[in-house]
């Protein structure tokens, strides 16, 4: 049997490759194939770290009986979500109106014509707690095929008219206003959870853009509380057991409400938003925590997710390997009170376990323990607690690592730009702007081609089939405007407004909407369309926050207006979902404000006066401000023309809604100009 995922980009389909199963890619040939044989198409999605996903395959699709059954009656079809989000969210979609949930894996049944008629996620291998096995639903799958066809396509013709049918109302293209972003913040007050930080129960996901959302609400209006959610949500994650107390970094969501049992993947998208985040919130309030969190992420996607040729990897699995050759979840990460005193000896193990919050009973399955920073009395030495949690780590570093997806994304490389390049000039780590520096080429040389077309994925230097959707083009670009404003270099501009016109032209429509996939892109059973955050933002909000920001420095009417009709359907969910959609609101928040533009002029970069003014104005907290930095004349940036030196010495200029301030040298006046409230 020719095995098509062989020469996959993608490592999920690549731990598929040896199946028994006759697997196809989601390409025209497989539905070609369905179409000769007569039979219906098996679609399978997940993606790499996923657990179940992992548990699927090993009982099933290894399985050569389940295998040979598939391969008589079905085609085949698998897809990495990661891959291909617009694949997955329109059969999602259909997942959840069919079944009222949804999740991966994604189990899937559809005709030739690529429509679903039969949906469900995991199924095991024998029955349980009422689940079919696999093997029933595929033999009842394959009987209603050749028994009852006619019912068959009558299902899958109406769920199909019922998703067109499902086209969202969004509303006016009006942005939203001070009343909607203050109802938004009431939503929000509503459901944060006092005493533990976050918002609603378990399982509870780190909400990084509705904190970026409280951090500007905060600077804009200097509502207490909203920095005070902020505040706390950080320090609760960032002592809880979703953090990587040893080697920084955060898992993807906790299973509990205090954020101690993590779900230990590490996702690259989640660890640049929080970094950012972080960054932001020591930016606001000069935290200690806040400085140590964002510089140990920021750490930890350098050492760990760097690839090769400089991008970075997609995750880290939960499951490795606990050292009897068993793989099993948080292994890598849990400790037991005996592994403390193997590796300490008694009487450091001993205040490590009082430090960490290890416990005979343990936190976590078996005894063991997911390492915390619990709040307690008492102070520790510092010069002990480094000294053991660098013992810990390089203990840990010599268990059997999780395994990790080298894939490159072009939406998540980014957000990690944008993350490090920030992080690097905050706390001036000149090294981490060079590793944002270094993806952006990546990105740059693979991803795109002679008309600015993105690439969604690459793997080992090797760029991937797919077209990149509206988040890679909107993330990408929001990580070549950081880039821009740190590192004084235009170009990054301008790739950024290359990225941005193939937004205003292949993925909005006249009415300011945006969609997911561009218009001259494969055609599915609709066009994917979905304007709420979920564990990254969505494409259109990062999509309409981008386009502001390119509008601040350019002053590009065509894209400020773009930013504005689709920031429209923040007025609408806005109030009435403010969590799931944290990044519109922080975009409307930077509208609201402005934002404001800052050019910084010096006699070159080497300048230590214009380099103190440049790092004062990207440490303004005046939401979304954007900043220019290069030498009198210079044509890097259109903030920067006719911006000349003030009495040959390196000046500020501040200006927004079309007004602007007298320049100033001082870097003192500067940072009042860029603290809101400033009316």
């Not at 780190?206 to 320090?235: K, N």
């Not at 890598?332 to 592994?339: E, F, G, I, N």
Request: net charge negative; proline share 6%; hydrophobic share 40%.
């Amino acid at each position: 049997m020719a095995n098509r995922l062989a020469q996959a980009t993608s490592p999920y389909l690549l731990q598929h490759a040896d199946n028994p199963v006759d697997w196809w890619s989601w390409e025209p040939e497989a539905f070609e194939e369905a179409r000769r044989r007569d039979v219906p198409v098996l679609l399978s999605v997940g993606y790499s770290a996923c657990h179940w996903c992992h548990v699927m395959a090993h009982e099933s699709f290894e399985d050569e009986t389940t295998a040979a059954f598939l391969n008589s009656h079905f085609v085949s079809v698998k897809v990495d979500r990661e891959e291909r989000p617009d694949v997955d969210a329109v059969y999602m979609e259909a997942v959840q109106a069919a079944t009222g949930q949804g999740g991966w894996p994604m189990t899937v049944f559809l005709t030739p014509d690529a429509e679903p008629f039969y949906f469900g996620t995991y199924y095991p291998p024998e029955p349980r707690h009422g689940m079919p096995s696999f093997r029933q639903v595929l033999q009842g799958v394959h009987q209603a095929w050749a028994e009852r066809r006619g019912e068959v396509t009558e299902v899958a013709g109406k769920i199909v008219r019922d998703l067109a049918g499902r086209e969202i109302s969004y509303g006016g293209a009006e942005a939203p206003g001070e009343e909607q972003l203050g109802q938004a913040l009431l939503g929000l007050t509503r459901e944060y959870d006092e005493q533990r930080g976050g918002f609603g129960g378990a399982p509870k996901f780190p909400p990084s853009m509705v904190i970026e959302f409280l951090l500007r609400h905060h600077a804009r209006t200097g509502a207490e509380g909203a920095l005070q959610m902020a505040a706390d949500t950080c320090e609760r994650m960032a002592r809880g057991g979703i953090y990587d107390q040893l080697g920084g970094g955060f898992a993807r969501y906790s299973v509990d409400r205090e954020w101690v049992v993590p779900h230990f993947e590490k996702m690259l998208y989640d660890n640049a938003l929080l970094c950012r985040v972080y960054a932001h919130l020591w930016r606001a309030t000069g935290s200690d925590l806040a400085r140590r969190v964002a510089l140990e992420t920021a750490d930890f996607m350098v050492r760990e997710l760097r690839t090769a040729e400089g991008g970075f990897a997609s995750a880290l699995d939960a499951d490795s390997d606990d050292g009897s050759g068993t793989h099993v979840e948080g292994a890598y990460y849990v400790w037991t009170p005996a592994q403390l005193t193997e590796v300490l000896g008694a009487e450091d193990a001993e205040l490590a376990a009082r430090y960490f919050g290890v416990t005979h009973e343990g936190t976590f399955e078996h005894g063991a323990s997911v390492l915390q920073l619990p709040q307690q009395e008492g102070v520790f030495d510092a010069g002990r607690i480094t000294s053991i949690r660098e013992r810990l780590l390089a203990a840990r570093d010599s268990r059997p690592a999780p395994g990790r997806d080298d894939k490159v994304v072009a939406a998540w490389n980014g957000l990690a730009i944008a993350a490090l390049a920030e992080t690097g000039a905050y706390f001036e780590r000149p090294d981490l702007v060079e590793a944002a520096v270094t993806a952006g080429d990546l990105l740059v040389r693979l991803h795109l081609d002679e008309q600015v077309r993105l690439t969604r994925t690459s793997k080992d230097g090797r760029a991937g089939a797919n077209a990149g959707v509206l988040e890679d083009y909107a993330d990408v670009a929001e990580g070549f405007l950081a880039l821009a404003s740190v590192t004084g270099e235009g170009v990054w501009l301008d790739f950024a407004g290359f990225l941005l016109d193939h937004v205003l032209t292949r993925f909005a429509d006249e009415s300011g909407s945006l969609y997911d996939t561009a218009a001259d892109a494969e055609q599915l059973i609709r066009r994917p369309q979905d304007p709420t955050d979920n564990a990254t933002p969505s494409g259109w909000s990062a999509a309409a926050a981008a386009l502001l920001s390119y509008a601040a420095h350019t002053g590009s009417a065509p894209h400020r207006a773009a930013a504005e009709r689709a920031l429209g359907v923040v007025k609408t969910l806005g109030p009435r979902v403010p969590r799931f959609v944290g990044w519109g609101l922080a975009a409307a928040e930077a509208l609201l404000d402005g934002p404001r533009e800052v050019a910084v002029v010096g006699s070159g970069p080497a300048d230590p006066a214009a380099r103190g003014l440049h790092r004062t104005a990207l440490l303004g907290t005046a939401p979304g401000a954007v900043v220019a930095f290069g030498a009198e004349g210079s044509d890097e940036f259109p903030l920067l023309a006719d911006r000349p030196l003030v009495g040959g010495v390196p000046a500020a200029y501040v200006c927004r809604n079309f007004t602007c301030d007298a320049p100033t040298t001082d870097p003192e006046r500067l940072r009042a100009a860029l603290v809101a409230p400033n009316g």
